[in-house]
């Protein structure tokens, strides 16, 4: 997918994970972004890296290869009027800052639009352009929590933790921020105008709650409490500790997958327990603690029952599954970095690139755009 968005340009306002995110897939996928930043400290994630304290995050070096980086200061006149200027040839716009900001600048999307009436705008935030909250700064956990995504049924006592994955910021937020730029980059091909895409985080984190969702209508109709599925009140459906400490997931959903699972470990009784509740689980747990981690790792290597270990990071980078999918690979430095898991086949992996310095093109962007318009 190396081309794929070839000829696309996009102006990056984007900070920290969501857009930036957003971008890189772009930007793997053959589309040139330019990031622009503050001169000062650009975006906020580049401050995660400190060498003078010995701090390395590198989440700043993994979403934001393959891109350009320009300094604007978007609250003086002209550098407002250069940015504008940009929009001529980088016809698309992704930016995450809370409503209302780029009208006081005077390059919202409205006012851009009527020079550029082709011009495509992606906003991610928070909570969308409208409504009570638009306003509220929030983060991954505030977004997950406010859409249901810490419910845990019926299971009364169940402490939330935190989890360890920003799937409100990447699954509601960059990938479906995504989806809407690419259809109206196919719209605009169409009809030759642009679009300016709403995409609240929060708005895209709650429709992952389908199957509560489904189950909580289901209730309402049967008159009915009952939890679904994926709830962890069902023995099928369950993260289990091990003899050493460790767990094991277990995915049985369909009846075959259960069945396969209990002739494994010698318990065909639990055949008809499937939807046994908290007996059930209690008698699979207790199998479970009878072994360690290893030893069912190899019973199930082999079975087809939905059965896997709880793995850390560290363990999947060293994994197969991570190796052979060449999930990870090395910069030109050495650094371990995330590959793009989207694919071709029969197309060879493209070249790792480094993120950009503060302003490394500068003087490419900025000189060609003073050339431009003073030849």
């Given at each position: 997918m190396q081309d794929a968005l070839k000829g696309i340009k996009v102006l990056d306002l984007t900070m920290n994970l969501p857009g930036p995110f957003m971008t890189w897939i772009m930007a793997e996928m053959g589309a040139e972004v330019l990031k622009v930043e503050n001169p000062e400290i650009g975006d906020f994630a580049r401050t995660f890296n400190d060498p003078e304290q010995e701090l390395y995050f590198p989440v700043f070096d993994t979403v934001n290869r393959r891109k350009k980086s320009i300094t604007l200061d978007l609250k003086q006149q002209a550098d407002q009027d250069i940015?504008?200027?940009?929009?001529?040839?980088?016809?698309?716009?992704?930016?995450?800052?809370?409503?209302?900001?780029?009208?006081?600048?005077?390059?919202?999307?409205?006012?851009?639009?009527?020079q550029y009436p082709e011009v495509i705008y992606v906003s991610i935030s928070g909570y969308g352009q409208d409504g009570s909250y638009a306003h509220k700064g929030g983060h991954d956990?505030?977004?997950?929590?406010?859409?249901?995504?810490?419910?845990?049924?019926?299971?009364?006592?169940?402490?939330?933790?935190?989890?360890?994955?920003?799937?409100?910021?990447?699954?509601?937020?960059?990938?479906?921020?995504?989806?809407?730029?690419?259809?109206?980059?196919?719209?605009?091909?169409?009809?030759?105008?642009?679009?300016h895409i709403d995409m609240s985080i929060f708005d895209g984190i709650f429709l992952f709650n389908i199957f509560p969702f489904c189950q909580m209508k289901k209730n309402s109709v049967q008159n009915r409490d009952e939890p679904h599925i994926f709830s962890g009140n069902h023995p099928f459906y369950n993260i289990y500790e091990t003899l050493d400490n460790r767990h094991m997931s277990l995915g049985a959903l369909e009846e075959?997958?259960?069945?396969?699972?209990?002739?494994?470990?010698?318990?065909?009784?639990?055949?008809?327990?499937?939807?046994?509740?908290k007996k059930a689980i209690q008698e699979v747990a207790a199998v479970f603690k009878s072994r360690t981690q290893a030893d069912w790792i190899e019973l199930f290597r082999n079975k087809d029952a939905c059965c896997e270990p709880v793995l850390s990071i560290k363990e999947v980078m060293n994994s197969g599954l991570c190796t052979e999918r060449d999930l990870v690979r090395m910069d030109e430095t050495g650094i371990a970095v995330l590959n793009n898991p989207v694919k071709t086949v029969g197309e060879?992996?493209?070249?790792?690139?480094?993120?950009?310095?503060?302003?490394?093109?500068?003087?490419?962007?900025?000189?060609?755009l003073s050339m431009t318009k003073h030849p």
């Open positions: 940015f504008l200027g940009l929009i001529e040839d980088y016809t698309i716009v992704v930016e995450g800052f809370r409503p209302g900001v780029l009208k006081k600048l005077g390059i919202d999307y409205e006012t851009v639009v009527q956990l505030n977004y997950q929590a406010l859409a249901g995504c810490f419910d845990t049924g019926s299971m009364a006592g169940i402490t939330p933790s935190v989890p360890a994955v920003t799937m409100a910021d990447i699954g509601g937020g960059s990938l479906f921020a995504l989806s809407g730029l690419l259809s109206a980059i196919i719209a605009r091909t169409n009809t030759g105008k642009g679009r075959k997958f259960w069945q396969t699972f209990c002739r494994t470990i010698g318990r065909e009784d639990l055949f008809s327990m499937r939807f046994g509740g060879p992996p493209g070249e790792i690139h480094k993120a950009p310095a503060l302003g490394r093109h500068n003087p490419e962007i900025l000189g060609n």
